[in-house]
């Protein structure tokens, strides 16, 4: 039986007759699998590519805060405040607003009277639309290791598509004046990616006027 099968595998092969195979134009299973091996491949290149561009989106616009100060005053002069306005696009945001200001500043020792306070308190907040453009790549050539440029990227980056996303900013200026002057005397500003969820952009104005006021009330060693 054995030879008899080793007989035929034989002819078969000097027929040119196989398993494997095809006719002109036709792909083998063997190249099919290849395909769709290079085919999924591609596809998760193209999902971590769309995550890290997402992940660089965030970093980008991370909470900023910055403040300046009059360097001729004397904050030591003021122990209590007023506040003037809260001036916002949501009447929903000016208790918020109110309510993390004025922990901030009772935690520095600052007293809030209804008026006639040391200092006099104004706050700003606007909300503005922003724009980026993501660029993601359909196919990557040789692939990761083998490719001769764009270090190992493969032999091209195939079709690119770009996509913009768009995106929503807040911003928070609070502004303090000497009731007696009416100069100001220090300003503070915070800036923030919102979410569509309001509790999370809540914590998120705690925590940036907590920085706001992490070095309050300034002083001459200071800077």
């Keep these: 039986m054995d030879a008899n099968c080793s007989a035929l595998r034989a002819d078969m092969h000097r027929l040119g007759i196989g398993v494997m195979t095809t006719l002109p134009g036709i792909p083998s299973v063997t190249q099919l699998e290849a395909d769709k091996e290079?085919?999924?491949?591609t596809q998760r290149r193209i999902f971590s590519l769309m995550g890290i561009a997402l992940l660089c989106v965030t970093a980008s616009f991370a909470q900023q805060v910055k403040t300046d100060y009059d360097r001729n005053t004397d904050f030591s002069q003021y122990k209590t405040y007023s506040w003037e306005r809260v001036q916002t696009?949501?009447?929903?945001?000016?208790?918020?607003?109110?309510?993390?200001v004025?922990?901030?500043?009772?935690?520095?020792?600052?007293?809030?009277?209804?008026?006639?306070?040391?200092?006099?308190?104004?706050?700003?907040?606007?909300?503005?639309t922003h724009q980026t453009l993501n660029t993601y790549y359909d196919s990557f050539g040789g692939g990761w290791g083998g490719g001769r440029r764009f270090g190992g990227w493969g032999d091209t980056f195939g079709e690119a598509t770009t996509v913009p996303d768009t995106y929503r900013v807040g911003s928070l200026v609070v502004d303090l004046f000497d009731s007696s002057t009416k100069n100001l005397i220090w300003r503070g500003s915070m800036s923030d990616a919102l979410s569509d969820k309001s509790t999370k952009n809540i914590k998120n104005l705690d925590k940036g006027v907590v920085k706001l006021f992490d070095h309050f009330p300034p002083s001459i060693k200071n800077g």
Excluded at 89 to 100: G, H, M, Y
Excluded at 105 to 113: D, H, I, P, Y
């Design 38 to 41: 290079t085919f999924m491949s």
């Design 89 to 100: 696009q949501d009447p929903l945001w000016v208790d918020r607003i109110k309510a993390a």
């Design 102 to 128: 004025n922990s901030a500043l009772a935690a520095k020792g600052w007293t809030q009277v209804e008026s006639g306070g040391n200092v006099s308190i104004i706050a700003l907040e606007m909300t503005q």
